[in-house]
Nanobody
Framework: QVQLVESGGGLAQPGGSLRLSCAAS????????MGWYRQPPGKQRELVAT???????NHVDSVKGRFTISRENAKKTVNLQMDSLKPEDTAVYYC?????????WGQGIQVTVSS
């Protein structure tokens, strides 16, 4: 079993920053893809960013230049540094890991951007 636990969400003002972290535990292996999705209010879940075990990253256009994904393989963690936040970044953010074609999800954490 794989467990993913997110932390670091909360309230930020427009233009502010937050850092999300996700810790994986259980039967994980180094060859995996980790990442973040988000679900804005009333909308479907959407990709934010992913990172491979080799460090190759992918950020969707709406967050490029503002969000940065990173990971620490030894600690089994993936982070999302979110800068220059906008109200439209308000969503529940979900950590994910894909390993051996199976995708695992965290429970989600709320991020609210509002003045």
């Amino acid at each position: 079993q794989v467990q993913l636990v997110e932390s670091g969400g909360g309230l930020a003002q427009p233009g502010g920053s937050l850092r999300l972290s996700c810790a994986a535990s259980g039967s994980t292996f180094s060859a995996n893809v980790m990442g973040w999705y988000r679900q804005p209010p009333g909308k479907q879940r959407e990709l934010v960013a992913t990172i491979t075990s080799a460090g190759t990253t992918n950020h969707v256009d709406s967050v490029k230049g503002r969000f940065t994904i990173s990971r620490e393989n030894a600690k089994k963690t993936v982070n999302l540094q979110m800068d220059s936040l906008k109200p439209e970044d308000t969503a529940v953010y979900y950590c994910m890991m894909t390993m051996f074609r199976i995708t695992y999800w965290g429970q989600g954490i709320q991020v609210t951007v509002s003045s």
